[in-house]
């Protein structure tokens, strides 16, 4: 299973394998703050993986069985469904087939699957999902996508001299 999983086979290198190392050190000299740069390729999102499967890990462990888990569980943000989705199965190939995973503890169970799913979500679905647990509800035709922000600012911008070159659409949605 470890071998036909790709998401589980995930290789880091020596240096990530020291910053993660670093991460999970519980005595304060930990890698945090960290900040992962590289060029696309580079395993920055590899490294991410590895932090969030080890963090839901211990929340699993230490905070899970207390109650509102749903309320509790840690957030995995990413800007697209896309990256949510390979994300999310990299974390669940992690804590399931990840051979160092296997050595320590049991893979996670499916109730523990459900709370992970609900861990991974864009910012947009997190908003959302604060505001309905307050009882309040934002309407889709109030959304400003950038093509309507764009019509919008040229029926109130565009008229203005010179507007367009010092604070243009774009940079105004910026």
Known sequence: DIQKDEA???????????????????????????FINGRAGSGKSTLLQYVFADYFRAWLEHLHPEAGAHESVPLYLAASHELLKNAKSHVKGLLTFNANQLLQRQPITD????????????????????????????????????????Q???????????ARRDFGPQLSWH
């Open 152 to 162: 919008m600012w040229g029926d109130h911008c565009g008229k203005i001299p010179n």
């Open 8 to 34: 589980s086979n995930l290789s880091l290198s020596p240096e990530e394998a020291g910053l993660l190392q670093s991460v999970r050190t519980l005595d304060g000299s930990g890698g945090f703050p960290m």
């Open 111 to 150: 109730e523990q699957g459900s709370l992970l799913s609900h861990a991974f979500c864009t910012p947009e679905e997190y908003f959302l999902r604060i505001l309905r647990e307050k009882g309040r509800e934002l309407s889709p035709a109030n959304r400003v996508t950038y093509p309507r922000f764009r």
